[in-house]
């Protein structure tokens, strides 16, 4: 029988027990949910064995979302760092605006599949709602998203989307009214309908299979990341760096590279407005390990184990918690895991789009951020590949007003 | 650590401790801890009126499992301060003041985790506790937490749901000690207009796996649910019913309006010792 095990009797990141990665993972959740996600793992594991639904789902991936995505050499943002070489692993480009189509459309044909014609999901950004009402009208099936109403607010673009997409959006009340929160409603939602519902969890997170499942759907990233980056360099990269909310593009990057030592991998949260608690989104720096929305990790609490209100930025990267494997490899330092604050980001937005002509998203942009940092005091053979998630036009509102831009020629 | 139910149908009520209702007298979390009088009023009046069970709900920020009335009460509980060691208090208090009542600690993992699992088994125990349950906890995560109550005599309550198969029915009830709590429907907590055909059938199955008295909760609110529940179960447990009750009221009120529902409950029909 499984077993909350303490941290540190752990060091290796991979454990043998399914759904647990070291110490961290797990299912805990209500009794209701578990013939569901049991169900799931078969339905999952069969999938995986499947050469029609692989064959469906690799087409789809390379004519409907766009893949592969290019490995693009940011030739004027390297010359005007003056230090490592950076490539931009270009998610941002698929389909819908950023890597969430990826899990989507693994997760949508499995639902089809098992014969579930109700789809549930949450977001926060606003992009997993999009990939996921996205994919809902590709094979017509019924889509309802839980968003919290301040994400509704300031993403209210992909809310749009989301509607015209045929999906029903649902505006979540409770807590900060951010992801979180919208989580909550939607496993209330599942508990309720778990019969004839499949929820579409969007990130690496959540109870077991989830945290698996959802990084396979995203390991193409890494796949298609090291095949690139040795076509044009011969060599693998000094550091791979993506940003982390529940972690899906990040973990989709970095999993590839496990067992490539000599690759430098990190993970960029969210560092907010401040290090108080509340201000921040920084799990590993201000968090501890704890059990949230059917995962045991890394999550921001009180001395009571009562979970904290987060802030970023960025909607997406906005939450508590953070996926299990995330948690075990901090633990046994495979992965690095640093934090860019609000400022940092809204100057890499602008950064990137003017060295290079890329709007990347404000979640995004906590990466391209830890690498203008870390670029400048690394060698010109240094290779830095930045796995640019998600694209900036849903952060247009937010930017303009952050940056406090009036007409054309502010900043 | 036996947990009777003295007529049948049994009543288990569910509070969420620290919670006062919309017109909660102005305390202070003192450093000694928050003021849980209000809950321990309303849980003496609950077992004098009837009660067999009182299960201690621990406040959580994220109540993944409840319903709005319930997510309701668990903020207003933490607004005021409420922490696991306050509800630990109350629960000493009340087994001093109630040596028979059966008492159960009800609350989500984390705040029991943070508090230490052994260290809460401990506490618990020592607060006269009669069992605990935790409603994320599922038999395939509960190796440490079983172990615990096993050491401090304390019982598991499992939840078994109508989605549960046999096979995790037979775990459940193996592994549940005290009685088993049988989830009426699938969903939130929350009042419903009837009990679901859902749960007969569920307390059937659960009845061939273990001879524990089998309670059944979820959307139990009115004395026509408690009597249909009294069909085929072993008791009944109130609790949205009941914090909606304790929100509408005023503090002061609280006590006497939870014990005339209570006596309600049972009131139409003959009283049966078991």
């Known amino acids: 029988m499984a077993t909350i095990i303490h941290p540190a009797e752990q060091s290796e990141a991979a454990s043998n027990t399914p759904g647990r990665f070291g110490a961290y993972g797990g299912r805990y959740v209500p009794e209701t949910l578990m013939a569901a996600l049991q169900e799931l793992e078969q339905a999952y594991a069969e999938a995986q064995a499947d050469p029609g639904y692989q064959a469906e789902l690799a087409s789809l991936l390379k004519d409907f979302a766009g893949r592969p995505t290019p490995l693009y050499f940011a030739k004027r943002l390297t010359e005007s760092l003056g230090g490592a070489k950076i490539y931009l692993k270009r998610e941002d480009l698929l389909h819908t605006g950023a890597h969430k189509i990826n899990n989507a459309l693994g997760q949508g044909l499995l639902a089809r599949k098992m014969g579930k014609r109700r789809i549930i999901a949450e977001t926060g950004a606003g992009q997993h709602g999009v990939a996921t009402a996205t994919v809902c009208a590709l094979l017509g099936l019924e889509c309802i998203v839980y968003m919290g109403e301040e994400d509704m607010r300031r993403q209210e673009l992909n809310v749009l989307r989301m509607r015209l997409l045929g999906a029903q959006v649902r505006g979540v009340t409770s807590g900060s009214k951010t992801l979180k929160d919208a989580v909550n409603e939607a496993l209330r939602d599942w508990v309720t309908n778990v019969r004839d519902t499949y929820y579409i969890l969007g990130s690496a997170l959540g109870p077991h299979p989830y945290p698996t499942m959802v990084r396979d759907f995203n390991r193409v990233i890494g796949i298609e990341m090291r095949q690139q980056i040795l076509e044009k360099e011969g060599r693998l990269p000094t550091a791979i760096l993506a940003c982390v909310g529940g972690g899906s593009n990040a973990i989709g990057a970095f999993h590839q590279f496990l067992g490539d030592k000599a690759v430098r991998l990190i993970g960029v949260e969210a560092g907010g407005r401040g290090k108080a608690l509340g201000d921040h989104a920084a799990r590993f720096s201000g968090g501890s390990p704890g059990v949230l929305q059917g995962t045991y990790s890394y999550v921001l609490q009180d001395e009571d184990g009562q979970v904290s209100l987060t802030h970023s930025v960025s909607a997406g990267l906005d939450y508590a918690t953070v996926g299990p494997e995330h948690a075990a490899l901090h633990d046994c330092g495979r992965a690095e895991y640093v934090s860019a604050d609000d400022a940092h980001v809204l100057e890499a937005v602008v950064k990137l789009a003017r060295t290079e002509g890329i709007l990347p998203a404000l979640e995004s942009a906590h990466a391209v951020a830890e690498c203008m940092r870390i670029a400048p005091g690394m060698a010109s053979h240094d290779i830095l590949v930045v796995n640019l998630s998600g694209r900036g036009d849903k952060d247009m509102n937010i930017i303009a007003r952050e940056l406090n831009i009036q007409g054309a020629q502010g900043l | ?274």
């Open chain 2, 1 to 274: 650590m036996a947990i009777l139910f003295q007529q049948h149908p049994g009543l288990v009520v569910y509070l969420t401790a620290g919670d006062t209702g919309l017109s909660p007298r102005l305390t202070h979390a003192a450093a000694e801890g928050a003021d849980l009088s209000a809950t321990r009023d309303i849980a003496l009046a609950a077992i004098d009126a009837g009660a067999d069970v009182i299960e201690l709900g621990v406040p959580f920020s994220d109540p993944l499992a409840d319903g709005p009335v319930i997510q309701r009460a668990s903020e207003r509980a933490l607004a005021r301060g409420t922490r696991l060691k306050d509800v630990l208090a109350l629960a000493k208090e009340l087994r001093a003041a109630r040596p028979h009542a059966g008492l159960v600690i009800f609350s989500y993992l984390n705040p029991i985790l943070r508090f230490g699992l052994s260290r809460f088994a401990d506490a618990a125990a020592d607060a006269g506790a009669d069992g605990v349950l935790l409603t994320d906890m599922i038999v395939e995560e509960a190796g440490e937490y079983l172990a615990e109550m096993k050491r401090v005599n304390l019982a598991p309550i499992f939840l078994a749901a109508p989605t549960s198969p046999d096979e995790r029915l037979k775990a459940i009830a193996e592994h549940s000690q005290g009685f088993v709590y049988a989830i009426s429907r699938t969903g939130i907590t929350g009042k419903q207009q009837s009990v679901a055909a859902d749960a007969a059938a569920l307390v059937e199955r659960i009845r061939r796996w273990t001879r524990l008295p089998v309670a059944v909760g979820f959307g139990i609110s009115n004395a026509d649910h408690v009597t249909k529940v009294g069909e085929f179960a072993d008791a009944a447990v109130i609790g949205s019913a009941i914090v909606e009750l304790i929100e509408r009221s005023t503090e002061e009120d609280a006590p006497g309006a939870v014990a005339r529902f209570i006596k309600g409950l049972r009131q139409p029909y003959p009283v049966q010792a078991l």
